[in-house]
């Protein structure tokens, strides 16, 4: 068995687990050199994103303020997160996370993790998913959103599930949306869970059209009317002797 196979059958067991469709072995590697950069970049400046299902209201930040409700975000594909959470007494005891691209290599087992019981109710370890996106007013700032909830985790998987599918069909699978709420019923008691609001598909090229044109608006790029790319120069013919 080539490295190559064994590669594309780790990747394979690995997006199977989590109910998504496998990535090659080429995107993953993207993916990863897409990460890097982001990493070295950002020098750490993140913002968090939450969602609270008993009051139905986002918050972004260290300061918990409720994000501006006419903003715009796009998610990346590559940015996205799993883990996972253990609460006790309404608070985060532990917290494991890492890169679904590297879950062979930084994930942890259920069965490794630590007992920090006793558990109250609701306490204890939880699975974990999450986004990474960016505000179009701001784009060069990361925003993260995790959740451990099992109506916020559906949320983020069917987004997930839809962008390896557009990806997988060399679509355009970076989703602008907006935050919204819906409210449902579970034991006779209303909560709410999160709602990402698609408004357009982009690809990679038009928003980076949009980060170096400071003449597009956030519009222009929901509409897909960035600019064509430069046609590459003909070669020139040397003249007949």
């Not at 916020?152 to 599930?161: E, F, H, I, P, T």
């Not at 409210?183 to 598909?201: Q, Y």
């Not at 038009?206 to 170096?212: I, T, V």
Request: some cysteine.
């Amino acid at each position: 068995m080539t490295e190559e196979t064994k590669t594309a059958g780790a990747l394979a067991s690995f997006m199977g687990s989590a109910g998504l469709p496998a990535i090659d072995k080429k995107a993953a590697a993207q993916a990863l050199a897409q990460s890097a950069d982001a990493g070295s970049s950002s020098g750490g400046d993140v913002d968090y994103l939450s969602f609270s299902g008993k009051k139905g209201v986002w918050s972004l930040g260290r300061d918990k303020e409720a994000p501006d409700p006419d903003s715009v975000y796009i998610i990346d594909p590559y940015a996205g997160l799993e883990g996972w959470t253990c609460w006790k007494g309404g608070t985060v005891a532990e917290k494991h996370q890492w890169s679904p691209f590297e879950r062979d290599m930084q994930g942890v087992a259920a069965s490794a993790l630590k007992d920090h019981g006793p558990y109250g109710d609701g306490d204890g370890w939880q699975f974990m998913l999450g986004l990474g996106m960016a505000d179009l007013d701001e784009p060069t700032k990361m925003i993260q959103f995790s959740t451990t909830s099992k109506s916020g985790r559906n949320a983020v998987g069917d987004l997930q599930k839809e962008m390896i599918t557009r990806m997988l069909a060399d679509e355009p699978d970076m989703p602008v949306i907006t935050l919204g709420s819906v409210d449902f019923t579970a034991h006779g008691k209303v909560n709410s869970k999160p709602v990402f609001e698609t408004l357009s598909w982009v690809t990679r090229e038009e928003f980076s059209a949009f980060m170096n044109d400071p003449d597009m608006s956030i519009d222009d790029l929901i509409d897909g009317e960035a600019p064509a790319p430069e046609p590459a120069p003909k070669a020139r013919r040397r003249a007949a002797a």
